[in-house]
């Protein structure tokens, strides 16, 4: 099995362990569909194989032919259950043995289904042929019609009651202790009232948004609460909660209509530009509540709309204390609250705890007080449902495509039990990341592209944008760097000679003063050894002068002496050739000081060229001579001085006088 990084971006990283590897913001999608392509080429060859990233897989055979619908774990936590088309089927994982247990086909496609047992041994399905199925272990036990079309399925388990919401203003229930349908409970909507953003209202008053279907059903686990999320006829959806020992209205809550409608007109403008002239404001579809999740606390709720905001509540106020916005404009699909483990509770204690939500583009999981994200996913292909196992950092999707997909988020939570390994082996991709490369495409900016002449292939499927700039055939690229500089393997080819012919030549057999010179300044000089050369002699100067060799030891060279070593730094000065800033300055090809360069001759306008062949010994008299002359004038100005006059001007004969014989 391959674990592979998924994102890094936001601040925690996210690790793909089932389904497609690749994101949409980690690679493009055309670079995705090649892959694709190239892994099914690959299975039709023969070749086996996980065929690269996109077939990771932590739980085998997790996938359906063409899409999955929804995705739930048992209360023990050992199965998760999906389903999915086409053919319409349910499918049952054991988690222990990260393999499928059981596969049925059913006669309708699957809108919802709820987990009565423990396990996987009874659950109750919502089908999309107005059917309510109830399946047990060996197959499905028993069918019932409902009335209308349905699109929300609940089950109350201190009632056992089954609850199915849908079109129209009823909720149905069906007792399964009895075996018959009971009082439905008939939703009031809201009513009328002068536009206000108000909140909590006592269930009981005239009707004056009608409600026209019911989206969600959410219970709370602390006190049953029954909470339905609706959809009216004005598009002001609400919130209406049920006390199911009454089988009455609590209260309703109304949402911020004027702020979310707003938003949302800017999102859907941004998604999808509004034509003038074809699309006017009154085709909008208002705000609908599309998702509920009440947290084990009993007092919080989440509340998802079809404008892409997710509301969190306190059931003691009628404001939300945080509002989040997906950023699509799109209608949220699940809200759930992640439950954090020990190993992570100081991370979200900070923020108050953790809420992901999702929408058909991304998963975001931020934090319930300050909003902020922790992680963003971003699969290639829509999104159908969310389910964050509980306890742990491992988050599933269903989505609109084959494999279901499954990230791990260590910073959201530790790996389950069953699969304890995925600690390891994302500590290890930690310690050891390695970048991925395409070798069959090349990336090029525009100024190389400028130079290969290949500007007018912009706008084409030849160049493929990516960043600051454009991906290219890694065949086209080679084509037109050769068309472009046609001597360049010519070139290259004598480069290498060249270096070649200069490796030989260091390695011969020289003089002992060359030799000891080479050494001395290091055996790495290869550009620039006139100024190698010139700071090994002023190097070996500055040594003679402190060891005191030189032969005058009057006080002016004593003098002389302290300040040509003040000059110089000192001992302890740090020598240019062995400074490992600047080793390229003698390595490098590209730092060699061009003397006939014009900017170089301004610069040294007395510059000669140094005679290369001089022998050490020669320097050496240059210099002895040069202190010797340097001796004598600090002497004749020392005795002057001691004096207090001008010493007698010597002259010697014959001059050279203007116009004279000589």
């Not at 060996?138 to 109350?156: E, I, W």
């Not at 404008?307 to 003691?316: A, E, N, V, W």
């Amino acid at each position: 099995m391959v674990v592979s990084l998924a994102s890094t971006g936001g601040a925690a990283k996210i690790y793909c362990v089932n389904g497609g590897g690749l994101s949409s913001k980690n690679a493009a999608a055309w670079l995705e569909a090649k892959l694709s392509d190239k892994n099914k080429r690959r299975k039709k060859g023969g070749q086996g194989g996980t065929g690269g990233e996109g077939e990771i897989r932590l739980i085998q055979d997790f996938d359906f032919p063409e899409a999955s619908n929804k995705l739930k774990t048992t209360r023990d936590g050992r199965y998760l259950l999906a389903t999915g088309t086409y053919k319409p089927r349910m499918k049952v994982f054991d988690l222990e043995e990260l393999s499928m247990k059981m596969e049925r086909v059913t006669d309708s496609e699957n809108v919802d289904f709820a987990i009565l047992s423990s396990d996987w041994t009874k659950t109750l399905h919502l089908q999309s042929d107005r059917s309510l199925e109830l399946h047990t272990q060996s197959s499905s036990h028993y069918r019932v019609r409902m009335p209308r079309q349905g699109r929300t399925l609940a089950y109350n388990f201190p009632t056992c009651d089954a609850l199915v919401g849908g079109l129209g203003t009823e909720v149905w229930r069906l007792n399964l202790e009895v075996g018959r349908f009971m009082k439905p409970f008939g939703l009031e909507g809201a009513p009328e009232y002068d536009g206000g953003e108000g909140g909590g209202v006592p269930g009981s008053g005239a009707t004056g948004d009608a409600v026209t279907g019911v989206n969600v059903i959410d219970i709370n686990p602390a006190h049953q609460l029954l909470c339905f999320g609706t959809e009216t006829r004005h598009g002001r959806g609400t919130v209406e909660m049920w006390d199911p020992r009454s089988r009455s209205r609590a209260g309703i809550l109304r949402l911020p209509y004027a702020s979310l409608a707003q938003s949302s007109m800017s999102s859907a403008t941004l998604q999808h530009p509004r034509l003038p002239g074809v699309d006017d404001d009154s085709s909008t579809g208002g705000v609908a509540v599309t998702a509920l999740a009440n947290r084990n606390d009993g007092l919080n709720l989440a509340v998802g709309t079809s404008t892409g905001h997710i509301l969190l509540y306190d059931l003691r106020a009628n404001k939300p204390y945080t509002t989040k916005d997906q950023g699509y404009g799109l209608p949220v699909k699940k809200v759930e609250w992640v439950e954090s483990s020990p190993a992570t509770s100081s991370d979200a204690d900070r923020e108050g705890g953790w809420v992901a939500s999702a929408d058909e583009k991304v998963v975001k999981i931020w934090g319930k007080d300050t909003g902020t994200n922790l992680v963003a996913i971003n699969p290639p292909m829509p999104i159908n449902d969310l389910h964050i196992y509980p306890g742990t950092g491992l988050v599933f999707l269903a989505n609109e495509t084959s494999p279901m997909t499954g990230y791990y988020v260590p910073q959201l939570g530790p790996a389950p039990k069953w699969c304890r390994f995925l600690d390891n082996m994302t500590e290890e991709m930690e310690d050891d990341q390695v970048t991925t490369i395409y070798d069959d495409y090349k990336f090029v900016d525009r100024a190389e592209l400028d130079d290969l002449n290949l500007t007018h292939l912009i706008g084409t499927d030849t160049l493929k944008p990516y960043m600051h700039g454009y991906f290219v055939d890694l065949r086209l690229y080679t084509k037109a760097r050769a068309i472009a500089n046609p001597f360049q393997y010519a070139e290259h080819r004598d480069q290498l000679v060249r270096d070649k012919l200069a490796a030989e030549q260091e390695s011969r057999i020289r003089g002992a003063k060359k030799a000891a010179g080479s050494q001395s300044a290091g055996s790495g000089v290869k550009v620039n050894k006139a100024l190698a050369k010139k700071l090994r002699t002023e190097e070996e100067r500055q040594r003679k002068r402190e060891a005191g060799e030189l032969s005058d030891d009057d006080e002016g060279t004593k003098r002389r002496k302290k300040k040509n070593a003040a000059a110089a730094g000192g001992a302890d000065a740090p020598s240019l050739l062995k400074d490992d800033r600047f080793g390229d300055l003698f390595t490098n090809p590209d730092f060699e000081i061009d003397e006939e360069s014009r900017e170089f001759q301004l610069l040294n306008p007395s510059t000669k060229p140094r005679q290369h062949q001089a022998s050490d010994d020669d320097d050496d008299d240059d210099d002895e001579q040069d202190e010797q002359d340097e001796d004598e004038e600090a002497s004749n100005s020392d005795s002057s001085a001691e004096g207090g006059a001008s010493p007698p001007l010597s002259l010697s004969f014959p001059l050279a006088l203007p116009g004279a014989r000589p």
